[in-house]
């Protein structure tokens, strides 16, 4: 092995050949991109369908090879006969079909996560590339078998060495979206990231342990190994905000993968953005299982006997509603087990049926066809009978009900008898009020057991007749070319049409709240309620979860601190594996300790064993006489902290994380701390920056859940405690606000504050 530096040149044409290959395959889709679409629409209808499915084709592969730009080679795999194989973002081969390059999800390229120096098998060495653009900018070897001449040789060169890869990136500043962790997964992360899909899998790990890139990299790893079936069926990715999904937006693209729809539980249902926040008590109770059970309440309150039943003429004849009719229309229709809309048509058939008997009855001769048609359309038409069938089964909305049962306590009690009157007070507000976040799994169930509106299943019979017509065109495309009995089917003609591909699917997917998908990806999952796991469950029958959380961080009073309570309830037992991350990769030592002793004494279950760095101004203590002086206090240490890890090229995020109370104060005060920490032109760069992406921000406990920032002025956190709804989410909202930076923790409080919650 020669030097240091012409080992980077060696790499250097190594990655080279690769970014060469990629550049070609680039160009020889987008050249046949462009002459799929020089063809313009003319030619048969086969012609045109086929074209089009090429050229969504063609443009799902340009957006795929342009998303692995950035590190596209990261490492290297020697083995013991000498060969050497790259690992990479994507597959390659050259022209010849000769390997070049390896997807870091196949199986030969385990060995680079999961080789040590006791199990290592044939591999020698492993080593990390680092690159700037298309540069090669640094290497560093790990040799896994200690009896190996390339032991010596790579202390020679200078390439020898231990987590020098993942120091570095984790020291490199923030820049307000998550980067994958492809070239640095860990072992213990790889085992995970590789398990089985046909089984939840529960990743329980302290702050910074990885579990967000852990579950994102498996996703990435599922669609890989199981293509065929996830490219049909979706993954869905379900955050704790949009922030969150912002913040994450890049990694599955990054890893090769663009077809996830991610959402936030607010936003699972199409058409509804739920922006509003009940208070923790509300979320707490509409987070209930039983809710489902006053969600049915509601609904088979609508199935009844009304109390008075009109007395038609019908051709001159007296036609009665007779409850015993109504009794027996309504377990017609339930008996279909269809949703309340739809069985409605059963029950409304049921009573015209019954009250053209009625009219029948009344008749001393038999009536011809005619006048039976004729009798019927008038009952149909009758505004007195059409009212009493209203009344009798109601066709609804979900938003309506939900609207009437919360707006009306004494529905409120009835649907809900385990409410006290605390409760009812509660959950009570105005008619018309807006969707919120904890009313959306209600939604949802309500949705569930009511089926399509009239005017939306209207619509729905009008797209199946469509979609019925599309595949008898497909059938008779093929029957025409003599094709369509062997390996190429109609509705395989059907998907080419529609686009059978993953970024095809997720739109599909986003659009349709019955969609069910092939595996679901939950972040902070120890926040959802039974209510929220509810809607979730029913969105994925196969039971294929990764989900990922920390019972300690749990700020919803509905969430979950105990994996085996919630999950054994929602898979059974023995049917889910917990795994769990111990080690802090994020934050420094001093931080990881001193939010860990805090957590432990508050009662919190900590699994964090130990964070890989030590920092010894790690952590900073600044005490003000009283709350006059705290806001000027808390933002001259953000000003100053941003000097230090705010850069002008985007890089860099600090937070000020204070109690609700303090928000506005701090927000109004920033925009003149930063101007006269970093002057005007500075200062006014970063104000204007979008709220979400901002590199100087002041935030809450709850906005923050997920992210990370290089520094972070904690204010008051005392305060924070006290406005708190229980005493476990006030430590646990303090434990997630103290481990949020990557660098520096600056606490910034009053000497009473202090005094009060000692830190």
Same mark, same amino acid.
């Given at each position: 092995?020669?030097?240091?530096?012409? !080992?980077?040149? @060696?790499?250097?044409?190594?990655?080279?050949?690769?970014?060469? &290959? +990629?550049?070609? $395959? =680039? %160009?020889?889709?987008?050249?046949?991109?462009?002459?799929?679409?020089?063809?313009?629409?003319?030619?048969?209808?086969? !012609?045109?369908? @086929?074209?089009?499915?090429?050229?969504?084709?063609?443009?799902? &592969? +340009?957006?795929? $090879? =342009? %998303?692995?730009?950035?590190?596209?080679?990261?490492?290297?795999?020697?083995?013991?006969?000498?060969?050497?194989?790259?690992?990479?973002?994507?597959?390659?081969?050259?022209?010849?079909?000769?390997?070049?390059?390896?997807?870091?999800?196949?199986?030969?390229?385990?060995?680079?996560?999961?080789?040590?120096?006791?199990?290592?098998?044939?591999?020698?060495?492993?080593?990390?590339?680092t690159l700037s653009f298309r540069d090669v900018v640094a290497l560093e070897d790990e040799v896994l078998d200690v009896h190996s001449d390339q032991v010596g040789?790579?202390?020679?060169?200078?390439?020898?060495?231990?987590?020098?890869?993942?120091?570095?990136?984790?020291?490199?500043?923030?820049?307000?979206?998550?980067?994958?962790?492809v070239a640095t997964i860990q072992a213990e992360q790889d085992h995970i990231i590789r398990a089985a899909m046909d089984r939840a899998v529960v990743v329980q790990g302290g702050p910074g342990t990885g579990k967000t890139a852990v579950a994102l990299h498996r996703a990435a790893y599922l669609l890989y190994t199981h293509r065929r079936t996830l490219e049909r069926s979706g993954v869905l990715v379900v955050g704790p905000s949009s922030a969150f999904l912002r913040y994450i937006d890049q990694v599955l693209p990054s890893l090769g993968e663009t077809g996830v729809v991610s959402r936030t539980v607010g936003d699972l249902i199409p058409g509804v953005s739920a922006t509003t926040a009940d208070t923790p008590r509300a979320a707490q109770l509409k987070g209930?299982?039983?809710m489902a059970d006053a969600i049915r309440n509601a609904v088979a309150a609508?199935?009844?006997?009304?109390?008075?039943?009109?007395?038609?003429?019908?051709?001159?004849?007296?036609v009665p509603m007779l409850a015993v009719d109504v009794e027996h229309a309504i377990s017609d229709a339930r008996r279909t087990r269809q949703p309340h809309n739809k069985a409605r048509e059963t029950f409304v058939k049921s009573m015209i049926t019954a009250m053209r008997i009625r009219y029948e009855e009344q008749l001393d001769y038999t009536p011809d066809q005619d006048e039976v048609n004729r009798a019927v359309s008038l009952l149909r038409m009758n505004d007195k009978v059409r009212v009493a069938l209203n009344l009798a089964w109601l066709p609804m909305t979900g938003p309506w009900l939900i609207d009437d049962m919360f707006s009306k306590p004494a529905k409120l009690r009835r649907f809900a008898p385990w409410l006290d009157d605390a409760d009812v007070a509660e959950l009570t507000r105005p008619k018309g009020s807006p969707i919120t976040r904890s009313d959306v799994p209600l939604l949802d169930e309500a949705l569930e057991l009511l089926g399509d509106d009239p005017k939306v299943a209207s619509r729905r019979r009008r797209e199946e007749a469509a979609q019925a017509?599309?595949?008898?065109?497909?059938?008779?495309?093929?029957?025409?070319?003599?094709?369509?009995?062997?390996?190429?089917?109609?509705?395989?003609?059907?998907?080419?049409?529609?686009?059978?591909?993953?970024?095809?699917?997720?739109?599909?997917?986003?659009?349709?709240?019955?969609?069910?998908?092939?595996?679901?990806?939950?972040?902070?999952?120890?926040?959802?309620?039974?209510?929220?796991?509810?809607?979730?469950?029913?969105?994925?029958?196969?039971?294929?979860?990764?989900?990922?959380?920390?019972?300690?961080?749990?700020?919803a009073l509905g969430g979950t601190r105990s994996w085996p309570k919630t999950m054994n309830r929602l898979f059974g037992r023995g049917r889910w594996d917990l795994n769990e991350l111990t080690i802090d990769y994020r934050n420094p030592q001093e931080v990881s300790d001193l939010a860990g002793r805090f957590a432990e004494a508050q009662g919190l279950y900590i699994s964090t064993v130990h964070a890989v760095r030590r920092m010894p101004d790690a952590v900073t203590r600044r005490t003000v006489d009283g709350p006059d002086g705290l806001v000027a206090a808390a933002l001259d240490e953000a000003g100053a902290l941003a000097r230090e890890f705010v850069a002008s090229d985007g890089t860099g995020r600090v937070a000020v994380i204070a109690p609700g109370s303090l928000l506005g104060r701090l927000r109004r005060a920033l925009p003149d701390a930063l101007r006269a920490a970093l002057g005007e032109d500075e200062s006014r760069r970063i104000t204007g920056q979008d709220p979400w992406d901002r590199q100087v921000d002041v935030c809450d406990t709850e906005t923050v859940k997920g992210l990370e920032y290089d520094a972070v002025v904690l204010v008051e956190p005392g305060l924070i405690d006290q406005e708190a709804p229980s005493r476990l989410v006030a430590a646990a909202d303090l434990y997630v606000a103290m481990t949020r930076p990557t660098q520096r923790l600056a606490i910034v409080r009053t000497a009473m504050d202090e005094k009060d919650l000692g830190l």
């Open positions: 092995m020669s030097s240091y530096a012409s !080992q980077i040149e @060696e790499e250097q044409r190594a990655v080279s050949r690769a970014y060469e &290959r +990629l550049d070609a $395959l =680039r %160009a020889e889709a987008r050249s046949r991109l462009d002459a799929v679409r020089a063809a313009g629409s003319h030619g048969s209808p086969t !012609q045109r369908t @086929e074209r089009d499915s090429f050229a969504t084709m063609y443009e799902d &592969r +340009l957006t795929q $090879l =342009r %998303a692995v730009e950035d590190r596209l080679v990261f490492g290297r795999l020697d083995a013991a006969d000498g060969s050497k194989r790259y690992i990479g973002r994507i597959g390659l081969s050259d022209a010849g079909h000769v390997p070049m390059l390896t997807d870091w999800r196949a199986e030969a390229a385990r060995p680079f996560y999961e080789a040590t120096p006791s199990h290592h098998g044939d591999i020698v060495m492993r080593r990390h590339i040789e790579a202390s020679r060169s200078g390439t020898l060495t231990g987590e020098g890869a993942l120091l570095a990136s984790l020291s490199s500043r923030r820049t307000g979206k998550m980067t994958d962790i209930d299982r039983r609508r199935e009844r006997v009304p109390a008075d039943l009109p007395v038609v003429q019908v051709n001159g004849v007296t017509e599309q595949l008898q065109f497909a059938k008779d495309t093929l029957a025409q070319n003599g094709i369509g009995t062997g390996l190429v089917t109609s509705q395989m003609l059907i998907d080419q049409i529609n686009g059978d591909d993953a970024e095809a699917t997720a739109q599909r997917a986003g659009r349709d709240r019955e969609w069910t998908y092939g595996h679901i990806v939950v972040d902070e999952a120890q926040e959802l309620t039974a209510m929220d796991w509810r809607m979730l469950m029913r969105r994925c029958p196969s039971r294929s979860f990764t989900i990922v959380g920390d019972v300690a961080q749990t700020s």
